[in-house]
């Protein structure tokens, strides 16, 4: 029997995802700023949610952070496996959580002998356009339990 081939793909920076964060982070300072109450609480409030929207910029918008998905490989048996620039490796399955779309895809993966899952927004510019449309193709169109054994 063939084995299927697995698919490897590389992320990179991403505008998109740096506007997203920068007008999310922004939005929610400017909401926490005009809230009645006290001063001090509310200058907390932003100056928390900054430091927040900073450190969600590195991760997800610039791939800095050695927690951020620098690499993904998905099998058709929807096996994937996650590196991050630490260079940690998380090998699971997707989950029936993921989303697949034209300019947004989002994948969950079901570490084995996790507790939780692990999710990951991919935007068109993070990766070239062929490899984006493959990788939502191979999600989409997995044959999940083809090549392992029942989930």
Do not use: Q
Not at 13 to 20: E, K, T
Not at 25 to 40: E, K, V
Not at 89 to 108: H, K
């Amino acid at each position: 029997m063939k084995e299927a081939a697995i698919l490897r793909v590389e992320l990179g920076r991403s505008r998109l995802a740096i506007a997203f964060v920068c007008a999310g982070t922004i939005a929610t300072m400017a909401l926490i700023a005009w809230l009645p109450g006290d001063a001090g609480l509310r200058t907390l409030g932003v100056l928390i949610t900054g430091a927040h929207g900073l450190a969600s910029l590195r991760v997800w918008g610039l791939r800095t952070s050695p927690r951020s998905i620098v690499a993904i490989e998905v099998g058709a048996d929807n096996h994937v496996v996650l590196t991050e620039r630490g260079g940690r490796r998380i090998e699971g399955r997707a989950g029936a959580d993921c989303y697949v779309g034209a300019s947004l895809t989002t994948l969950v993966v079901c570490g084995k002998g996790a507790f939780g899952s692990r999710a990951t927004a991919i935007l068109p510019d993070m990766l070239p356009a062929e490899d984006f449309r493959r990788l939502r193709v191979l999600l989409r169109l997995g044959e999940p339990g083809k090549n392992s054994p029942a989930s």
